[in-house]
Structure formats: C-alpha cells, structure tokens
C-alpha cells in the first residue's frame, strides 16, 4: 500500500543544475499537485494535473515543468537551480470522486 | 485571490485544551482541513469538515465551522506532548476544485 512515494527524498543542487523530482501514486487518483513549502508561507500550489495528458499552472509556476503521460507518474523538473528553489517539496493526489488528498513524505531540495 | 490566515504560534500545558484557529475568505470553499506536520515529515491529514456542517468530532479533535464568519477552529483536548507540531489549516476552493490553499501553519508548543 505505497500511496504517494517521493525521490528523492533529499538532494543538493548547484546553481544552474537540472534535475527531477520524481512523484508516483498506485492509486489510480487523477488529480495530482505539486506543492512547495518554505518556512512562514506555508505551502504554495506549483503545478496540478486533472488527468493524464493535463497541466496546469498553479500559484508559483515559474522555473519548474511538469508533464503526465501516465495516469502514475506526475514528475517536477527544475531546468536551471536557482537559490530560491530552495526548499520542501510535496506531491499530492487525489480522486476524481472523495474529499482526501494524500500527500508524500517530501523532498528536501538545497541550491548552493 | 483566496486567503487563509493562521496564528503562528500556541503554547498550552499539557493536559489542557488547545484551540487552534483559522480564517478564510472565500465564501464558496466547500471543503475544510486539518493537517499535522511534524518536524521534518509530511503532511498527514487529521480531519476535515464540509461546508455545510457547524461541528464535526473525531477522538480528541473537535473542528468548529462558522461559515458567517468564515472562521474555523480545531480543538485538541488533553494535548499530549506527541501533540507538538505544526498544525495547518486549507481550503478547497469550490465545487470540482482541487486545489487546496492553505494557512502558514500553526506551531504548536506542548510544555510537560
């Protein structure tokens, strides 16, 4: 019973880098999110999806792509690391039917 | 845009009550939640509440709904010292929304 895994789980960047954050659900939940949360902001809405094939834009879009070919797989990719990416990272899914959204265990993100 | 809006910080005794509080501003949110976070862990859902109730109970957690007022609140009885974390308040926003905005959280201090 996996629900929603996260990797990795940490990860250090330098500025400029690319990277991936990878996010996965078995529970065959259309909706997923991703979201950031910095200290004293709580968490700030990135990137959402309704279904495969979907993307849309959330609060804070910028520097960071999404895409979902598979109903499973909702990845987050950063192009170039910037300082102010600095932070936690949390995917999130949810059915098209039911009030529960289940969240990962978070990504602990660092650009140097 | 929507806003919800928390009180940063609460320290209570343990033993006694805890109330945390929460208001929005969207009149249309039709779902109501509560999330404990603990220090370097996820998100893990502890209630939530429709819009169209005033009390929802759960164990030890009782969530009060006033929708005039569009204040939320979320009360803890005989707050144990496991209870120390922080304690985020969300929104969804509406009928087919999926999106959840939430407060900056609440920390929440149990003194032995």
């Known amino acids: 019973n996996a629900g929603v895994t996260q990797t990795p789980k940490f990860q250090v960047l330098k500025t400029g880098q690319s990277m991936t954050l990878q996010c996965a659900q078995d529970?065959?939940?259309?909706?997923m999110s991703w979201y950031r949360q910095d200290p004293g902001m709580g968490l700030r809405l990135i990137h959402y999806?309704?279904?495969?094939?979907?993307?849309d834009q959330g609060e804070v879009p910028n520097g960071y792509n999404v895409s979902r070919s598979t109903t499973e797989d909702f990845p987050l990719r950063l192009l170039s690391a910037a300082p102010s990416q600095t932070s936690v990272y949390f995917c999130?899914?949810?059915?098209?039917?039911?009030?529960?959204?289940?969240f990962g265990e978070g990504s602990w993100l660092t650009v140097v | 845009g929507e806003d919800v809006e928390q009180s940063l910080f609460l320290s209570v005794r343990e033993g006694d009550s805890s109330v945390i509080n929460c208001t929005y501003t969207?009149?249309?949110?039709?779902?109501l939640y509560w999330y404990k976070q603990e220090p370097g862990a996820g998100l893990q859902l502890l209630t939530y509440?429709?819009?169209?109730?005033d009390m929802k109970q759960d164990q030890r957690l009782t969530v009060l709904l006033n929708k005039k007022d569009k204040h939320l609140s979320l009360r803890i009885a005989d707050t144990q010292t496991g209870d120390s974390a922080i304690y985020f308040c969300?929104?969804?926003?509406?009928?087919?929304?999926?999106?959840?905005?939430f407060g900056k959280g609440t920390k929440l201090s149990v003194i032995p």
């Open positions: 999130a899914s949810r059915p098209t039917s039911g009030n529960t959204i289940y």
């Open positions: 999806s309704v279904g495969a094939g979907i993307t």
């Open positions: 509440i429709f819009s169209n109730m």
């Open positions: 969300a929104d969804s926003l509406g009928a087919g929304s999926y999106q959840l905005t």
């Open positions: 969207d009149s249309s949110s039709t779902y």
């Open positions: 529970m065959n939940h259309e909706y």
